[in-house]
């Protein structure tokens, strides 16, 4: 049996040690005992499976609550504060530690298909902190501390028919100095195209000092990355369900300590909730930090990992794939008949499973239409997906459908309509908000569409926050400035490469994307910076569901059979993947398998060659193909790579380029 140690710091903290047996054991005194409800100050240690990640938790002399997180005995995040205000409990100062629970091993196991790794096993050490205020009203904190990083949340226990109100919550994490960040602005509410902001579509600010302000008083978004020494971190937050609003960063971190923030007041439906309010018990969403090596970042599932398992739904129509898109390139006017039934016939020629009709079908083509157009999709195996507006008075785009989501009523009519026709799935665009009854608004659509078999896929909308393993028709989520922007203006093209290779470190770390990428021709109007070898990479660096492409059928007659072939037979589902090289806006190489075939993509992110060694160990195969980018613009090349007398390889990359590898 471990014994109790007992020691004091030069703040006068009373250390009190967590157990930290994985297993059961025998205690002749419990945590409660230990803690003496009344006592108030006290510091408890949590470390994870392997030893490498410490959690300390303490309660401070003047009864405030605090948390501490060491890698490998280097602190990487400073004395941090807990708490949350609410309307009848100040659960921020007057604080008593009552008791501390036994550490207990905690392991999950789920699938899931629209993620980087399709099986996964969360392995990790919990512990609770059980509280009381001086009005005697309780908290819980509980921390799970695993190999890849550190998650808490906060339990409020007991029962109420009233609904607890929380009007502030003062987390924060505080890095050390000297530490860099990599941040993405979060837009102010009611801003943009006909007000639609937020839609977590500004570019990232890239290795910033902490404390740097942001130029948008709204903050920051998740997920937000930084590096302290070696070592970084990727906060974020998972499992909000409708009982709570999405948070953010405030824009405000005086001496690098970043603060939850909530909505602000226009993100709301109107006349319904914006800041968090329940019932109890109610437990918080989860704050994450992914800790360790930019590779531990990279090959990380926390995000899922702590999101709720999926609910009971049939799911023998959840199959993630491709998609045809013609709005992305030829914009409005491609809403017509005779262009979407050319876009269905693209699709089943390159062997994907949907087509997109975007904005409008509904007044240029007609419900009449669309079943036919369905219809003659099927024969192609080739599934459709309409585009909805998301109405509602917070935004004024004028797109239709805009009056089909609003109720339950009105929407689960729509869907059984759908469903009748054959339609797979829906795109919903234009939410513009993270408060809590538009996070409920989306939860809401998502039951609805799964209850008629119909995918989804949320545009102009908050980040997914896990959402895709608890409901598995969710296919994915824009949340990112993508394709469509580089074809508006100059300077969205200019940006693509750095912004590309950002979005494996920060957006799609954890959560699906609908970037909509590879354009291998052109763009309209628009001079791509990327090059072509770049723009078939993130064809496996990005996820996402369903991938829906921005290239059309004459644009792909263009191009190599053998480009022709691999997007044909690029995977929709990933059994699991790898980070090989990479930097946040500068380099990334991502490794993917499905089946038996390991894919190897990379991108530059900057404007000039790179010479990057490759360790491919870890595949087992011996030759493999290798498309990169060819010495005239536009142009690709395509080899054999042979790693049967050394796994590891040599690649240059052009400026701006990129390269798959199929073993």
């Avoid at 602000?264 to 437990?283: A, C, D, H, I, M």
Wanted: proline share 5%; hydrophobic share 35%.
């Amino acid at each position: 049996m471990q014994k109790n140690n007992f020691m004091f710091r030069p703040e006068s903290k009373v250390f009190i040690w967590a157990f930290l047996l994985m297993g059961a054991f025998a205690c002749s005194s419990s945590k409660s005992e230990q803690a003496e409800a009344g006592t108030g100050t006290a510091e408890a240690a949590l470390t994870s499976p392997d030893k490498s990640i410490s959690v300390k938790f303490s309660v401070s002399d003047d009864k405030k609550a605090f948390y501490s997180i060491s890698r490998q005995d280097t602190v990487v995040l400073q004395d941090s504060k807990l708490g949350v205000m609410m309307s009848d409990a100040d659960f921020t100062q007057g604080l008593v530690l009552e008791s501390v629970s036994e550490v207990e091993p905690v392991q999950d196991s789920y699938e899931i298909l629209n993620a980087k790794r399709r099986n996964n096993t969360y392995k990790a050490n919990k512990q609770t902190y059980h509280l009381r205020n001086a009005n005697g009203q309780k908290v819980d904190i509980i921390f799970q501390v695993s190999d890849d990083g550190v998650a808490f949340r906060y339990h409020f226990p007991g029962e109420s028919t009233d609904k607890k109100k929380i009007s502030k919550e003062i987390t924060t994490f505080k890095m050390p100095e000297g530490t860099k960040a990599w941040l993405q602005p979060m837009s102010d509410a009611k801003t943009g195209w006909e007000k639609t902001n937020p839609s977590y579509e500004e570019y990232y600010q890239k290795e910033i000092a902490v404390g740097t302000p942001s130029p948008i008083k709204a903050g920051w978004v998740f997920p937000a990355l930084f590096r302290s020494g070696g070592t970084w971190l990727l906060v974020t937050e998972s499992a909000s369900y409708g009982d709570y609003c999405a948070t953010r960063l405030h824009a405000e971190s005086p001496g690098g300590e970043y603060s939850i923030d909530f909505p602000q007041e226009q993100e709301k439906y109107p006349g319904e909730v914006l800041n968090p309010e329940s019932t109890l018990p109610w437990f918080t969403p989860w704050r994450i930090i992914a800790i360790g090596s930019l590779k531990t970042i990279a090959e990380s599932t926390l995000g899922t990992d702590l999101a709720k398992p999926a609910v009971a739904m049939d799911q023998s129509f959840i199959k993630p794939g491709k998609a045809s898109w013609s709005w992305v390139l030829l914009k409005d006017d491609s809403t017509v008949y005779h262009v979407q039934k050319r876009f269905i016939d693209f699709a089943a020629d390159m062997n994907w499973n949907y087509c997109l009709i975007d904005a409008d079908w509904d007044k240029k083509i007609g419900y009449e239409k669309i079943k036919e157009l369905a219809d003659y999709a099927k024969t192609k195996n080739v599934g459709l997906l309409l585009w909805y507006n998301s109405a509602g008075p917070w935004n004024t785009a004028p797109y239709t459908p805009r009056d089909k989501m609003l109720t339950r009523e009105v929407r689960q009519k729509e869907f059984a309509r759908l469903q009748q026709m054959g339609i797979k799935g829906v795109k919903v665009d234009f939410f513009g908000g993270d408060g809590q009854s538009v996070m409920q608004y989306y939860i809401d659509i998502l039951n609805d569409a799964a209850a008629h078999k119909l995918l989804v896929n949320f545009h102009g909308c908050t980040l997914p926050r896990g959402w895709q393993r608890t409901y598995p028709n969710l296919m994915t989520m824009e949340s990112i400035k993508g394709m469509e922007f580089i074809t508006f203006e100059q300077e969205n093209a200019n940006e693509a490469p750095a912004h590309t290779t950002m979005l494996p470190f920060t957006r799609n770390a954890f959560d699906p994307m609908d970037f909509t990428p590879v354009n291998l021709t052109k763009v309209p109007n628009i001079d791509r910076k990327t090059t072509v070898g770049h723009e078939l990479a993130l064809s496996v660096v990005f996820l996402s569901g369903i991938q829906h492409y921005a290239e059309t059928d004459w644009g792909m007659k263009t191009v190599p059979a053998y480009v022709k072939n691999f997007m044909r037979q690029v995977p929709a589902i990933w059994d699991d993947s790898r980070f090989v090289d990479g930097y946040p806006g500068k380099l990334a190489v991502i490794a993917r398998k499905a089946g038996d075939r390991w894919y190897v993509a990379g991108i530059n992110g900057e404007n000039t060659e790179k010479k990057v060694q490759l360790d491919l160990s870890f595949i087992n195969k011996a030759k493999g193909e290798y498309i990169t980018d060819g010495n005239e613009k536009s142009s690709f090349r395509n080899n054999t790579i042979d790693l049967s007398a050394n796994k590891t390889q040599e690649v240059t990359l052009k400026p701006n380029g990129g390269f798959v590898m199929v073993f």
